[in-house]
């Protein structure tokens, strides 16, 4: 079973970030199961990060 990633501190990822960290869990996932607990958290982080930039830009 895969654990729950915490943010080590109060900063967030930039969206670009929680991409490159989604492609990477794709990528790097060996046993077959799908980590779906990781995988819907880093989405939440690319989300967060996307409004935050979309947001900052207007």
């Given at each position: 079973?895969?654990?729950?990633?915490?943010?080590?501190?109060?900063?967030?990822?930039?969206?670009?970030?929680?991409?490159?960290?989604?492609?990477?869990?794709?990528?790097?996932?060996?046993?077959?199961?799908?980590?779906?607990?990781?995988?819907?958290?880093?989405?939440?982080?690319?989300?967060?990060?996307?409004?935050?930039?979309?947001?900052?830009a207007q």
């Amino acid at each position: 079973m895969h654990q729950s990633l915490t943010p080590a501190g109060p900063a967030r990822p930039s969206a670009a970030e929680a991409n490159e960290a989604i492609r990477h869990l794709v990528e790097t996932r060996l046993d077959g199961e799908w980590p779906s607990e990781a995988y819907e958290f880093l989405l939440l982080e690319w989300a967060a990060a996307s409004r935050a930039e979309v947001s900052a830009a207007q």
